[in-house]
């Protein structure tokens, strides 16, 4: 079975300082990994996934995240955090197999942007 | 905006009443999930729909139970729930049974079991 860890339940860092959530995962089969953000009172938006090909992914919105298979790792940071970023950051793993289905996420990290 | 709603958006029940989660997408997808988050705690599965049928119950107890009328419309029906059902219930789906498919997840109701 799969496992996540996300070490830091809670992240409070300033306005435009960087930030980095962490996240580690067990599994003893391959896995996809994903980090999802939700906001206050609403449900799940996904942040970024690693599927294969680059190990850094990136989104829109200035949040990257790489893939360590050998620490197996998948932090996310951002360089420079704004204040419509608090919310809480799940990371999550699929297996690559037929099971697919099960996304396994891991404890939360509540990010709060300080001004 | 979401393209996953949910009905209602809170929902208030004694121990004995029967209501039911309503949850609708339009975005052609055919998987479809039932997810229980508690306060300051990740989403927890409790049902999958793949293709309209039940692929995954999650040990989930008889008081809930899915239904999946179409391929756009899900369902929680729920009776004889204990305070400690109390929580958020999302709902989200994805384009199918693969693992590399994003979930699209609703808004989700809250529930409060007096």
């Known amino acids: 079975a799969q496992s996540v860890t996300q070490l830091d339940s809670q992240v409070p860092v300033f306005e435009e300082a960087p930030v980095e959530l962490r996240c580690n995962y067990s599994s003893s089969v391959s896995v996809y990994l994903f980090w999802y953000v939700q906001y206050p009172n609403q449900g799940l938006q996904l942040l970024l996934k690693?599927?294969?090909?680059?190990?850094l992914v990136e989104s829109i919105n200035g949040f990257e995240a790489e893939f360590n298979k050998s620490q197996t790792s998948f932090h996310l940071r951002k360089p420079s955090v704004h204040i419509s970023d608090t919310a809480e950051y799940f990371c999550?793993?699929?297996?690559?197999?037929?099971?697919?289905?099960?996304?396994?996420f891991g404890p939360g990290t509540r990010l709060s942007v300080l001004p | 905006d979401t393209e996953v709603t949910q009905t209602p958006k809170h929902l208030v029940m004694g121990m004995t009443n029967k209501k039911s989660l309503k949850c609708e997408q339009h975005m052609g997808h055919r998987a479809m999930y039932w997810y229980k988050q508690k306060a300051k705690k990740p989403p927890e599965l409790m049902f999958v729909?793949?293709?309209?049928?039940?692929?995954i119950n999650e040990s989930v107890p008889s008081r809930f139970s899915p239904e999946c009328p179409n391929s756009s419309l899900l369902n929680l029906h729920l009776h004889a729930l204990q305070p400690e059902d109390s929580a958020l219930y999302l709902c989200?789906?994805?384009?199918?049974?693969?693992?590399?498919?994003?979930?699209?997840f609703g808004e989700g109701s809250r529930l409060t079991v007096l």
């Open positions: 989200a789906s994805s384009q199918g049974p693969s693992a590399t498919g994003e979930l699209f």
């Open positions: 690693y599927l294969s090909g680059s190990t």
């Open positions: 999550a793993v699929t297996r690559t197999d037929n099971y697919g289905q099960n996304f396994v």
């Open positions: 729909y793949s293709y309209e049928k039940l692929s």
